[in-house]
């Protein structure tokens, strides 16, 4: 089981659910985010589908290679306006 943290983008309220390291466990493997430079959305994916998909990964929204860079919410920025990312506290879900 992981607590996901509601992040959301000070500047255009962009939100993301996700651990603070960017990657989290659940039942069906690892998840690790993404930030997508052409749909400009933050996506996970799963280590299982990472590792069939080889160094070629496809954007899950959007379905486009080569445009994915790994994103964690301290480090990185909102994929809509590049502003900054703050936890609402008060918006903690348990996902399985
Ligand atoms: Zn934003
Ligand atoms: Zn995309």
Request: hydrophobic share 30%.
């Amino acid at each position: 089981m992981a607590q996901l943290t509601l992040y959301k983008c000070s500047k255009c309220g962009y939100s993301v659910y996700t651990e603070p390291q960017g990657h989290y466990a659940l039942l069906s493997g690892r998840h690790f985010n993404f930030s997508c430079n052409h749909c400009k959305e933050i996506v996970s994916i799963s280590a299982h589908s990472l590792s069939t998909q080889g160094f070629t990964v496809y954007c899950p929204k959007c379905d486009t290679d080569g445009s994915l860079s790994t994103w964690n919410p301290i480090d990185g920025h909102c994929p809509k306006c590049n502003g900054e990312m703050e936890v609402s506290n008060d918006l903690v879900i348990l996902a399985d």
